[in-house]
């Protein structure tokens, strides 16, 4: 029983690790997608950046940072489309 139970530990984290992996690589792959989807400005070089992913990991984490506030919000201009759409009243 203990050997079954080892073995489903080891399954649980190799199942674990390539979740992970998988939520890493569509980070890196869409990472400027995610800071657009906040209406945050693309960083113009890696420090910057840097400092901004850290600041919107804490502010995700609920640790909220008093500097996030100091980061410009732009919406862009409005959207024909977006004026249009609606939601369910149910999610």
Not at 5 to 25: D, K, R, V
Not at 55 to 78: A, V, W
């Amino acid at each position: 029983m203990l050997i079954l139970a080892w073995l489903s530990y080891l399954g649980a984290i190799a199942a674990a690790i390539a979740y992970g992996e998988s939520i890493q690589t569509a980070y890196d792959l869409y990472r400027f997608e995610v800071l657009k989807a906040f209406h945050l400005p693309l960083p113009a070089n890696l420090k910057e950046e840097r400092e901004l992913n850290k600041r919107l990991s804490d502010f995700l984490r609920q640790d909220i940072d008093d500097k996030f506030q100091l980061i410009p919000y732009d919406m862009g201009k409005p959207n024909k489309e977006s004026s249009s759409v609606s939601y369910p009243l149910f999610w």
